[in-house]
């Protein structure tokens, strides 16, 4: 055990938050306008695009939180990463098809496609930006805190310091610095905690065996009386959360501006196809890894009970790297936990740029032209990344961290409705907007009824939910209020 966050780990910090930010502008060197600045310029490789899916998906959130869950009781949960076999296989099946044939610009943009409705498309965007503000804000927050925690650092330095160097290259380099620096972040991620993984089991007495024995006879890997098809499937199965984790992916693929962005950077659907797939293998193997890495310190512990520093399971990992990690490689960890925080956050700041220029104020003003365009994204970008800052630091200082969550999981019950349009757009060729509409109200109200008056529901159901729902009753007031009509060509998974 070494005295916790030192000198060698602070430089091991700053310089890795320098590098982000040359590389950062290194490659928002060539000026970016318009479609460009939104899109890329057509250069960008598959890979690049794959790994920054992945460092978008894995919030610091789950950094902390995914092993903190495998240390306190089992890996139910990895069967929602698991998931990625439901999501990705429909996907690439029913929608980048359409989102290649159809040279969409954004998610909410195939919405006034196919339900020929400018009125969606605002709708679309205007719930994905304020879901984004919000998520955004947490994730400056948290790993914010549990930093300050462990190195001493004020929670506001790290926040703003975290908040600008993400400003700084979404603003200047549009969404190709993004796109590269995600890039970079996400392999400092997938380095760090497979680094974590080889030192822990070098300090386990009994090294990976003893991990192995722990998840097969200890009841680490499933609980008892977790079967895959429990009794009371709708609250607790691995059935469920596996069926429901994929469910929220899929959405998340299709619906959520942050993820279809990747998917307009090309048209080729070769490309798009291996980018997802790509991502799957990544966000699998990086869940793994953050599971058995859970396991390793609860055998750890285990084995050394008077070296645990902490009792909150969230913070178990945190403190594991600031205490029981060499010099340095405390250094890297924490880069990697901050790594994880600025990806999102600078993919956050860019599509909710995008979508607010081409989504709604291209909307209602079709005569704004590409440098126009190009200095609105740019000044939105600005904004909503100081709003953050803001944000994140009005909650460090106070207790309105669960209303926060509560707003969050508001507004993600109603992302969730955002993908039930989606589907019914693809699949059914006769829905018109009124169904589409009144499937989204629907949704959200049954889900936000279950939320808080039915808790015995899972929440691992409510996409599943909300996307039959919107399909039932779209299809339904589809059929009464305009028979005959048929969605645009290239519009459907036909």
């Known amino acids: 055990m070494h005295e916790g966050f030192t000198w060698i780990d602070t430089v091991v910090l700053v310089l890795y938050l320098l590098g982000v930010l040359l590389a950062g502008l290194y490659f928002s060197k060539k000026e970016m306008k318009g479609k460009e600045f939104f899109k890329g310029d057509g250069t960008i490789p598959w890979w690049v695009t794959c790994v920054s899916i992945f460092a978008t998906l894995l919030s610091p959130i789950s950094f902390l939180s995914l092993p903190g869950n495998s240390y306190k009781g089992s890996w139910i949960l990895w069967w929602a ?19 290649s044939r159809l040279e969409i610009d954004t998610a909410y943009h195939y919405l006034q496609k196919r339900f020929e409705s400018k009125n969606l498309r605002i709708l679309g965007a205007a719930m994905f930006i304020i879901y984004q503000l919000g998520r955004m804000s947490i994730i400056m927050y948290l790993p914010s805190i549990a ?47 497979a680094l974590t993984l080889v030192v822990m089991i070098g300090d386990i007495h009994g090294g990976f065996g003893t991990i192995m024995d722990t998840l097969t006879t200890g009841h680490k890997f499933m609980f008892q009386n977790e079967v895959w098809m429990s009794p009371d499937i709708i609250s607790t199965s691995v059935f469920i959360v596996f069926i429901g984790g994929g469910l929220a992916t899929f959405a998340s693929y299709v619906s959520s501006q942050d993820i279809v962005q990747r998917f307009t950077t090309t048209t080729d659907i070769k490309q798009l196809n291996k980018m997802t797939l790509g991502n799957g293998v990544l966000s699998i193997f990086a869940a793994t890894v953050f599971y058995l890495v859970g396991t390793s310190l609860y055998v750890f512990y285990q084995q050394n009970p008077d070296l645990l520093m902490t009792s909150r399971q969230d913070l178990v990992f945190a403190s594991y790297i600031t205490y029981e990690l060499p010099a340095g490689v405390t250094g890297i960890l924490l880069a990697a936990i901050y790594a994880a925080s600025q990806s999102t ?25 590409s440098r126009k365009q190009t200095r609105i994204a740019k000044l939105v970008s600005l904004g909503i990344g100081i709003l953050s800052i ?10 309105i961290h669960s209303a926060y969550e509560w707003f969050n999981s508001f507004i993600g019950l109603a992302l969730g409705s955002l993908a039930g349009m989606f589907v019914l757009g693809a699949f059914s060729k006769h829905a018109n907007t009124k169904g589409a509409f009144v499937g989204f109200i629907c949704s959200t109200a049954v889900v936000m009824y279950l939320k808080y008056f039915v808790p015995s529901v899972s929440f691992w159901s409510y996409t599943a939910i909300t996307i039959i729902l919107s399909l039932v009753v779209g299809t339904i007031v589809s059929r009464l209020t305009g028979k005959d009509y048929t969605a645009p060509k290239g519009t459907t998974a036909d």
Do not use: C, R
């Open 81 to 99: 990463q698991l998931g990625m076999l439901i999501a990705i296989p429909l996907t690439i099946k029913y929608f980048l098809p359409i989102y």
């Open 345 to 369: 956050l600078s993919t956050g700041i860019n599509s909710v740029a995008t979508s607010w220029v081409l989504d709604i104020q291209s909307v209602l003003n079709p005569d704004l032209d």
């Open 147 to 193: 930093l300050a925690e462990l190195t001493g650092i004020d929670v506001n330095i790290l926040i703003v310091v975290m908040g600008v160097i993400a400003i700084i290259y979404s603003y200047s380099g549009g969404l190709k610095a993004v796109l590269y620096t995600d890039f970079i972040q996400g392999m400092v991620l997938i380095f760090g905690i």
């Open 390 to 399: 803001i944000v994140a630091m009005v909650m460090a200082v106070s207790d």
